[in-house]
Nanobody
Framework: QVQLVESGGGLVQSGGSLRLSCAAS????????IAWFRQAPGKEREGVGC????????YVHDSVKGRFTISRDSAENSVLLQADKIEPADAAVYYC?????????????????????????WGQGTEVTVSS
């Protein structure tokens, strides 16, 4: 059974950094478009950023641009979300999701890659708590 597992969440001070990881079993993440989403209590799930399956093109939401970076660690079959200069508004459960390339053909540099409906596989989430 295909499974995505997020890790790296925890308590961080405002202004601090965290690195979240999305690992997979029974799927090679390099073959999929991977996105990070987050959901804060009482709010809708929102897209954070995505990375394409080949050249590693990324797109990040304006709310995290310049602070969050998405990258691949192919050797570890994982996708990383480096979160720097964390703000209280970043507190949420963070999820990674995988989509087949055909679902977002040539769209991984656009906001379309942050539409949850495009993604077939989801992890269970890792929680990020921010202390001010």
């Amino acid at each position: 059974q295909v499974q995505l597992v997020e890790s790296g969440g925890g308590l961080v001070q405002s202004g601090g950094s965290l690195r979240l990881s999305c690992a997979a079993s029974r799927m090679v993440l390099d073959h999929y478009i991977i996105a990070w989403f987050r959901q804060a209590p009482g709010k809708e799930r929102e897209g954070v950023g995505c990375i394409s399956e080949k050249e590693g093109t990324t797109y990040v939401h304006d709310s995290v641009k310049g602070r969050f970076t998405i990258s691949r660690d192919s050797a570890e079959n994982s996708v990383l979300l480096q979160a720097d200069k964390i703000e209280p508004a970043d507190a949420a459960v963070y999820y990674c999701a995988a989509a087949r390339p055909k679902e977002l053909f040539q769209l991984t540099h656009t906001p379309t890659c942050l539409e949850p409906s495009r993604y077939d596989y989801w992890g269970q989430g890792t929680e990020v708590t921010v202390s001010s």
